[in-house]
Every structure is written in structure tokens, then in C-alpha cells.
């Protein structure tokens, strides 16, 4: 359990938006979001302190309305029902030797090893939060006697100032900016204005006196005008769908039985749940890795990367990046299965391993390659039937459906809870390979975050077992595959149907959509992210923020970095694979926090230095 850590310093006063004439200049950085990643910044600000900044007088202040530390996704006051969707001994926040970056090395205790607790559970939200405040008071007890911290809850609403000047930074409910040096946006998942379509069915759903639950936080989102027993459409069957199920269930009162079964309380309502695929995400692995690790990256590294930013143009995903992407993973599938598991290969690992490396990435000779050395189709890695599962797949009626969906499902865990499938659980770490390369080429779309998520980043076992029971009880219902929402103004309700059963449709007088908003530069309600844009700061295709991958410096609409606006986290196009780094994965975000936090104070040094030469 952690020791104990002394309090926070008390802000010395509110700084003035600029210092008196002939009054001591005071650096100071304000880091705008104190969640995970901004205490991830504030540990390697700490950790780099002494070699690049010294004993020099600092001010940091954090701006965020939630409590610093958790922030708003893992703060305490929510329900202890929703709970992390990682493994307590594969959360860490801080760093080990298999980072690559060049701040110290500070190691830290696992949250399992941190709050004493089994490290194959699946803690509580709040949990976590409790871990994340440790974290955060340390960082803030590591910066040293010099460094003052300023807590405001409060939101930040602009960022003025010249490119190489100082800037000031606009808070809502304070009549004066704060001063900085630097800024560094840590600002997590953001709420986005509705988009059309949303816009149209909330228009359709005030004058039916109809139910429309746009993309949000589930956490946030009122779900009280959900009545009891009445259909509700669903849209969406990603994590935010699998909260909704638990907020309307053992939220609600019901509880499951020692046989697994459900007993409903009658509160819940009836869950109608599709989406683009009709499955949820596939289950966490629930089994420890054995025996000799894949040697990644092999085909999708530095130098693979450094050759396609080397071409003309920009590279495309599809065509020069998704091959090498698959090559990638399909190593890692077969390093695992001819290893692990020789009896089911026809020849050996060497003679495979040198004939794949020849083959060109995408090419006709890997599948045959393939077809030859590995007999039965299973053990075959299939990416596109992984992405799609039931395309081309049609039910006989909707309840046909229903046993189909709850047989994938079964399927699923059995797959992900035996060890004879670790060939998946390698697949994983070549996921998490891929993502470690991918912000060096800036934003790739949409596509590939929600591949990754489906495969690798979906609910712990037991909540799938739990979704089992919900629909043999009734309270969840699957639409199946292409899902398609209606308003059907003269019944005045919601329809949906979808691929899976054609000509099936549900009626509801509520629709949710369970998926939280798509990125936007002109629907963000960030004011402060706003203001950004209209002051010529870039966005992605996607809706990103742009930034420099080296380290996190603001781009502008013509790629220039700013000198002094840095930005980390999944609003930009340097995101990274998760909320949460495993121990020993290297960690992506961890190094993006390093080269943030040593760039920002490679420039407080200099920008000290300056002042004493003046």
C-alpha cells in the first residue's frame, strides 16, 4: 500500500496577468487537464527536473473543473458498478527500461501492487481514481521545494499571446488570464455539438415526446427518462454500450444469480443493441503469456516507417500502410503458432519464417505460403473476417438471431479463456507494436482506432457472460449487423433493423446512441480548443488536433510547430493505443510525456538563461 505523501502546497496568491514593471519574472507553465495524462506529464516533468532545469523557481499551474489526478473519467464520485477495462497488474503509470526515451527511468508500483489487490481482477472506476490521486501527489511532491502548484477547477477558454512570446491563458471565472511560458493541452475526450443527423432525430424526438440519448460519456448521460419494460434502440456495441447495460441493470436493482443467470428487479428497460459490425468487442484475454515473446516490430518498425515517409506525398493507409500493418500481426500469429504450437504447422519455423519475410506485404504469395504450411484454416490469421464477422451472414427471423449472437459470443470467451489460443494474445502484442510506430505518421483515420478497439481493447470477460445472461433473460436483444435508425414521423416512433435479419424492424419511443463523439474542430465544445482553430491551429481529416509527433509542439494550418503550445492525448493525432500503459510494452504515451516534458523545459531553461544575459 502506498506510504504516506505529503499535502498539496497551497497556491501562493492568484499571479497577475502580467508582472509589474521592474518586478522578478516568475516561469510558469499551465498544463490545461489534470486526468491520467496530465499527471503522466507532471511525472516526467518531475523525473527530468534536476538535468535540465534545476534548482531554478517554477510555477505549474493545472486547470481542470474535475479533481486532479482521475479527472473526469476516473473521478470518485461515479458509480462503483463501472470498472476499468484493464487487468489492476496491467495498469502502470510510470516508466520502465523498455521505454524508449531519454528522461531517468522512474519505476512505480502497478495499481495491483499499489492497492494490494489481486492483479487479474478488473477494479472499480473509483479504484483507479484513488490510484491516479497517489500518482499525481507524488509527481507533485517529487517536482522539490522550488516548484509551486496551483490547482484550478475551472475551464480554460483561450490561449492568446504572440508565437514567441509569453502566453496567457483565459479561464472562466476569472477576470484575469494566467501567464505562462508554455502551455500543454492534457485535455482527454471532449464533447462534440450534435451533427446533423443527431441534430434531425432530437428535432424529431421533442415533437413526438420521444426519448434521443446523443453520443456522450454513459457516466454523464441521464438515463432516468428510460422507463421500465419499454423498448430502447441502442446504437452501438462498443464499451460505452456495455456501461449503458450495467447503469440500466445492476443499476437499477437487478442482480445475478451464483448460476449466472439474472434476476431482474423490473426496472430495466429492454435493450435493442446493434451497430456496423452487430458484435461487441471481443473479449480481454484471460490468460497469462508462457514462453517465448514474439521479437517485435519485425515488418512495421522505424525503418519501415522512415521508408514510407521518405516517399512522395502522404502515405495512404490502405494501400501503403494497412500491408505492412498486416504482415505485422500475421508474423506475430505465426511466430506464436509455430512455437507454441508445431504440431498444427507442416514445416519448420525456419524455412517459414525466411519465406514469409520475402513475400511482399499484401501479395498473393503469403496466403499460399500460408494455405501450405498451416493445414487447418483456424490457426490461419484472419484479419478481414476478424474486422467483419457476420458479413454475408443472414438469419432466419430475429430470433434465430438471437441464438446466433449469443453462440458467437460463447465462442468468444471460450477462445479468449484457452491458452491453446494464445496465438490471439500474440496477435495483441503485435496490436500494441503497431500503435507504438503510428504517431510518427501523424493522423490514419478512423478506420484503424476502431480495428484496434475491436480487437484488443474490449470488455473483461465476466461482463460478457453477464450480457449472456441479460438477453436468456430478455433485457438485451441483438439487431444484428448494418444496423439503420428511422423516424417514422407518422407512427411517431424510432425504427431499426438491420443486415443480419432483412425486413426485421424494431419500434421505440427512445434511442440511444451509445458511442461517445467523433472528433470535430467546428463541433467541439471545447471553447478553448475552438478558439485554437479560429486562431490557425491544424486539424486532421479526422477532426484531430495536429501535432508534432517528436514532441507534441501545436501545428499550425501550414505544419509549423508552435514554440510554445504542446499538446498530448486522444484529441491529437500523436494519440496513443490506450488510457493505460502495460508494464513492459514500452509504452507510447510514456514517451511522448518524456520528449513533451523535456522539450518544455529545455525551453524554460533557455528562456532563464536569456533573462540573466539580458
Not at 521592474?22 to 516533468?45: C, K, M, N, Q, Y
Not at 484454416?377 to 464477422?389: G, I, K, W
Amino acid at each position: 500500500m502506498p506510504l504516506a505523501v505529503p499535502k498539496l502546497p497551497k497556491p501562493s496568491g492568484q499571479p497577475s496577468a502580467r508582472p509589474a514593471e521592474g518586478s522578478v519574472h516568475r516561469p510558469s507553465i499551465v498544463v490545461v487537464g489534470a486526468g491520467p495524462r496530465g499527471t503522466g506529464f507532471l511525472e516526467r516533468l518531475a523525473a527530468n527536473l534536476p538535468e535540465l532545469y534545476g534548482d531554478r523557481p517554477l510555477d505549474v499551474h493545472l486547470v481542470d473543473p474535475y479533481p486532479a489526478g482521475g479527472g473526469r473519467i476516473w473521478r470518485a464520485g461515479q458509480s462503483p458498478l463501472l470498472w476499468m477495462n484493464s487487468m489492476a497488474e496491467d495498469v502502470t503509470m510510470f516508466t520502465d527500461e523498455t521505454v524508449q526515451q531519454e528522461g531517468p527511468v522512474r519505476p512505480g508500483p502497478t495499481l495491483a501492487e499499489w492497492a494490494g489487490i489481486d492483479g487479474r481482477t478488473f477494479p472499480s472506476r473509483p479504484a483507479q481514481g484513488a490510484y491516479l490521486r497517489w500518482v499525481y501527489e507524488e509527481a507533485v511532491a517529487a517536482l522539490g521545494p522550488t516548484v509551486t502548484v496551483h490547482e484550478h477547477r475551472t475551464r480554460a477558454l483561450r490561449i492568446a499571446g504572440p508565437r514567441e512570446g509569453r502566453q496567457y491563458v483565459r479561464l472562466e471565472g476569472r477576470a484575469e488570464p494566467l501567464p505562462a511560458d508554455l502551455v500543454v493541452l492534457t485535455i482527454g475526450h471532449l464533447d462534440a455539438e450534435l451533427d446533423d443527423e443527431q441534430r434531425e432525430l432530437a428535432a424529431f424526438a421533442d415533437r413526438h415526446g420521444l426519448v434521443h440519448l446523443p453520443p456522450d460519456f454513459t457516466a454523464d448521460s441521464d438515463l432516468s427518462a428510460l422507463r421500465p419494460g419499454e423498448p430502447v434502440i441502442v446504437r452501438g456495441f462498443g464499451l460505452a454500450f456495455i456501461d449503458l447495460m450495467v447503469l440500466l441493470t445492476e443499476g437499477r436493482g437487478g442482480r445475478f444469480a451464483a448460476d449466472g443467470s439474472y434476476r431482474p428487479s423490473g426496472r430495466e428497460p429492454v435493450l435493442h443493441v446493434g451497430s456496423r459490425r452487430g458484435v461487441p468487442y471481443h473479449s480481454k484475454i484471460g490468460y497469462g503469456w508462457q514462453g517465448e515473446r514474439p521479437p517485435l516490430p519485425r515488418f512495421f518498425g522505424p525503418e519501415a516507417v522512415d521508408d514510407l515517409l521518405g516517399r512522395p506525398g502522404r502515405p495512404d493507409f490502405r494501400r501503403d500502410v494497412w500491408p505492412l500493418i498486416g504482415k505485422e500481426l500475421g508474423f506475430a500469429h505465426y511466430h506464436r503458432l509455430f512455437t507454441a504450437h508445431p504440431e498444427r504447422t507442416a514445416v519448420d519455423w525456419p524455412d517459414f519464417e525466411e519465406k514469409y519475410a520475402a513475400a511482399d506485404p499484401g501479395g498473393p504469395e503469403l496466403p499460399a505460403l500460408i494455405a501450405a504450411a498451416v493445414p487447418d484454416p483456424a490457426d490461419r490469421l484472419d484479419l478481414e473476417a476478424l474486422d467483419h464477422p457476420l458479413d454475408g451472414v443472414r438469419f432466419a427471423s430475429y430470433e434465430a438471431l438471437q441464438e446466433g449472437l449469443r453462440g458467437y459470443i460463447r465462442h468468444d470467451l471460450t477462445r479468449r479463456h484457452d491458452a491453446s489460443h494464445s496465438v490471439d494474445s500474440a496477435v495483441f502484442l503485435g496490436l500494441l507494436s503497431v500503435y507504438g510506430q503510428l504517431p510518427r505518421l501523424g493522423d490514419v483515420g478512423r478506420w484503424w482506432h476502431g480495428f484496434f478497439s475491436h480487437l484488443a481493447s474490449g470488455p473483461p470477460g465476466p461482463r460478457l457472460r453477464r450480457l449472456l445472461a441479460l438477453s436468456d433473460a430478455g433485457i438485451v436483444r441483438f439487431l444484428g449487423a448494418g444496423i439503420t435508425v428511422e423516424s417514422d414521423e407518422d407512427a411517431g416512433v424510432f425504427r431499426a433493423g438491420g443486415a443480419s435479419v432483412p425486413g426485421e424492424w424494431i419500434e421505440a419511443r427512445a434511442l440511444v446512441e451509445a458511442r461517445l463523439p467523433e472528433p470535430s474542430p467546428e463541433r467541439t465544445r471545447s471553447p478553448l480548443l475552438r478558439a485554437l482553430y479560429r486562431d490557425g491551429a491544424g486539424a486532421s481529416e479526422a477532426g484531430l488536433l495536429t501535432v508534432d509527433p517528436a514532441d507534441g509542439r501545436v501545428l499550425d494550418r501550414e505544419s509549423r510547430p508552435h514554440p510554445r503550445r504542446f499538446a498530448l492525448g486522444p484529441y491529437t493525432t500523436a494519440r496513443s493505443s490506450g488510457a493505460f500503459t502495460r508494464p513492459r510494452t514500452g509504452g507510447t504515451a510514456f514517451r511522448q510525456n518524456d520528449a513533451t516534458a523535456r522539450a518544455a523545459l529545455g525551453l524554460l531553461r533557455d528562456l532563464a538563461c536569456r533573462r540573466l544575459s539580458a
